[in-house]
C-alpha cells in the first residue's frame, strides 16, 4: 500500500489535472457557440450553391464552358487534408489520419508509389503525422486554422483551382470532420474538383429536354464568376465544419477527462482514509503493547 504521503501528492496532482481539464472544457464551449454558428449560418447557402451548380453541370457539355467539370484520366491527385493545431481533442485527429490512409490505400496505392500523389496539410497535427508516416506534403497552411477567414481561404482555393486548370491535377479531394453537433462529428471524403456532374434517370431527363434554361445574365458570368465562387465557399465550408468540430470533440473530451479525475480524486480519497485509518490503528496497537510489557515488567 502507497504511503500517506504519496497519495497525499498524487491526489494534488490530480486536482491540479481537473482543475486545468475544466477550464479548457469551458474554454472550447466558448468557442463552440461561436464557430457552430458560423458554420450553421454557412451550410444552406454553400449547400444550395453547389446544388444549383450540380444541376447546371449537366448541360454544360463544351469543355469550353467550364474547365471545372471535365474529367480527365486520373494521372496526379491532390489531397487537402483539414486537422488541428492543437491536440487534446480525442480521435478528432486520429481519425482524419486513418481516413486518409484509407483513401490512399484503396483508391490511390498506384499513384502514391509513383510519387504522383501530392498532400496539403491544414493544421500542425496533420503535417506531423504525415512526415512521420512519409506522405509527399507540397504545402502547409497552420495559420488559417488559427485565424479563420474567408481571405485566407479565398487564396488556398484559387491556387488548388489553378492547379487543377493547368493540368497539374487531374482530381482534388478534401478530407475533414463535418460538423453535426459538440458530440458527433461525421468524416467526410469530398471531391473538391472536378465537379460532380448529377445523374438523373430517363424519365427525368426527358423532362428536362423539354425545358428551356434561360441563363441571366449570361452562361460566360456563371462559368466565369458562379463557378469559382461556388469552389471557394465549399472549401470555406469544409474548413468551418472542421474548426467547430475541433471545438466539439476537445470539449466532449475535457468533460469526459474532468469526469474522470472527478471519479479518481473519490477513489484516492477512500484509500487515503483506508490508509490513514490502517496507520492510527498500527500506532494504537504499539502503544497499547508497549504499555503492556511495561506491566508485565
Known sequence: ??????????????????????????????????????????????????EILETLSQFIEEEQDSQYTVEREVNKVLVLMISSNKGLCGAFNTNIFRRTQDLIKEGYSTLHSKGNLDIIACGKKAAEFLGNAGYAIIETHHDI??????????????????????????????????????????????????????EIDEEENRFNNNLIFILEPSREYIVKELIPKSLKIQMYKAFLDSVASEHGARMTAMHKATDNATQLIKDLQLEYNKARQASITTEILEIVGGAEALKSR
Open 1 to 50: 500500500m502507497p504511503s500517506l504521503k504519496e497519495i497525499r501528492t498524487r491526489l494534488a496532482s490530480v486536482r491540479s489535472t481537473r482543475q486545468i481539464t475544466s477550464a479548457m472544457k469551458m474554454v472550447s464551449a466558448a468557442k463552440l457557440r461561436k464557430a457552430q454558428d458560423a458554420t450553421i449560418q454557412m451550410r444552406p447557402y454553400a449547400n444550395k450553391l453547389m
Open 145 to 198: 486554422l488559427d485565424n479563420l477567414n474567408y481571405e485566407l481561404i479565398n487564396a488556398l482555393a484559387k491556387k488548388v483551382m489553378d492547379s487543377f486548370l493547368s493540368g497539374e491535377y487531374d482530381e482534388v479531394k478534401i478530407v475533414y470532420n463535418q460538423f453535426k453537433n459538440a458530440a458527433v462529428q461525421e468524416l467526410v471524403v469530398e471531391q473538391f474538383l472536378p465537379i460532380k456532374k448529377v
